[in-house]
């Protein structure tokens, strides 16, 4: 009796093999029995193809055209030979109070686009800020891969009139990312192969595109003559947007020869 | 789709798993490399330049 009902149990229930070999047919025999079900499912395995490569796509924009930017403009700086980089030896001769000069400064030629001649370092945004600037504000050899680039037209560092300078906000080593962190006073230096030219944060706006004034010689008002030696920073408001341009204007503080040692500015000692 | 691609590998699965990733690697180099680099001016999110 017992034996029996286990025989019996046995025969029922089928082996592993029967049951994979079962299974193999049936799923054959599905495909089989609808196209239409086939073609839904080439189309959904399409579209979640689809999504997963659009997710890909925000994560190269948003992520690694930054890993890659970032990497290539510390290189830029690095190349220059005469910029102070950002992991600069902390023995570096700070200058005297007395090498800051406040008379007229000199002025470099503008050079050709895509030429970096300058760069920028923000205490307020860290000792290890420095970005390269070049001449141009086009995207694909200059914004997108130099960082920083130069309004042509506008004037050059520490000349009378408005340097006017662009970079992103995002993306693409995103050089002007925390501009918003900027305050009144605040130092912009500008160095290049000659000079150091220390300007400060003088007033920050929020304008639309269009808005180019802002970077005419006495910015807002095209037609005036200038009289100070300005900076003007844009670029795009709010974060992930271009709708409205973020602007910082700046006044020229001072400049000293290169070879005066690092403005007092890069020490540390305020901005942190 | 994916189906048909687990079918047409060689070998175990293992050595069907090891391709498949390494199929998934290409395709993102390329993307990463060439394609995005090259649809990434069309976005409307990247006009940024104004034309005067």
Redesign the interface.
Known sequence: MTTAGMSGAGVAVPGPAVTRRALRRQRRTAGRRSAGATVV??LG??LITLGV?LG??VF??LF?TDVVAERAQEQVVQDLGWARTGDAAPDTVVAAPDAEQRDPAPVMDAPPHGTTFATLAVPRWGPDYVQPISEG????DVLDVLGIGHYPGTQMPGEIGNFAIAAHRNTYGKPFHRVEELRLGDALVVQTEDAWYVYRVSATQIVL??D?DVIAPVPGDPTAEPTTAMITMTT?HPL???RERFIVHGELDYWMPTDAGIPVELTGGEGS | MYGWLWRVMPGPAWLRVVLLVLLAAAVVAVCFTWLFPAIEPLMPFNDITVDE
């Not at chain 1, 504000?137 to 694909?140: E, Y």
């Open positions: 499912g080439v395995e399409l490569l890909l796509f190269w924009q690694w504000v086009t995207r694909a595109p269009q180019v795009c992930f947007s271009s």
